[in-house]
């Protein structure tokens, strides 16, 4: 192979790649975001933050600007066609209608369509834990013929509704610790109103024991 340097000096580097110009304005966001909670944003800013990983090289504002103000709102880009969404990502992007406008039109309307599915989910699968019955019920089959000793916390909302059954710990047949610290993060995480905190017997099937706390 030729080698057209000069003898005696480098062949010249590449220039390193500049980052866009708006990647200073992504990194902000992201970290308000961070900070203060998605809530704390304007409609307009939350769909930049979705479009960022739909659209990587571009400034997204005006297209998440543009989008708000055809279909009147986060809600009415969520029910409008796949063709209109295109379309407008067509038109704020300056691109022809095709792949890439129709990549990004998909992945908004698969975060809508989620959050749709989210929001149909009937509250009535979940079970009402609002009586010592109740109670006794749901977790005899559970627990009944567990070999081991087992920590679980069932966390409710104000309405008693199970929101999760979780197992902190596995033990021994006669000892399972439990960390306070984990099942209060738990309860944060899921914004429980009420923890049941339970825990079985191995060496006497029959004996379930129960603590119940609401949490504030």
């Known amino acids: 192979m030729l080698d057209d340097t000069t003898p005696g000096t480098e062949a010249p580097q590449p220039k390193p790649r ?8 992504r990194d902000r966001l992201r970290e308000r975001a961070a900070k203060g909670g998605l809530g704390a944003l304007p ?14 090289y571009k400034d997204t504002k005006p297209l998440a600007k543009d989008l708000l103000a055809r279909f009147g709102g986060l809600e009415g880009i969520g029910a409008a ?6 379309d ?26 989620v959050t749709r599915r989210i929001a149909r989910e009937p509250t009535a699968k979940r079970p009402v834990i609002s009586s010592w019955t109740a109670l ?8 009944q013929h567990e070999p081991r000793e087992q920590f679980r916390v069932l966390y409710l909302d104000k309405k008693n ?15 399972a610790p439990v960390y306070p ?14 923890l049941i905190l339970v825990h079985n017997h191995p060496t006497t099937p029959s004996m379930i024991t129960f603590d119940h706390a609401e949490y504030r």
């Open 43 to 56: 409609d307009y800013e939350l769909l930049e933050l979705l479009l960022f990983r739909s659209v990587p």
């Open 81 to 86: 066609s796949h063709e209109a969404v295109e």
């Open 181 to 194: 610290r984990e099942v209060v993060r738990r309860a944060l995480e899921l914004s429980a109103s009420a």
């Open 136 to 143: 006794l019920a749901y977790v005899r089959v559970a627990l």
């Open 88 to 113: 407008q990502v067509a038109r704020s992007m300056g691109y022809a209608v095709g792949k890439a406008t129709r990549a990004v039109a998909l992945d908004l309307q698969l975060i809508f369509d």
């Open 18 to 25: 500049s980052k866009p110009r708006h990647s200073g304005h």
């Open 161 to 175: 509704q199970l929101i999760l059954d979780e197992v902190q710990n596995r033990g021994t047949v006669d000892h």
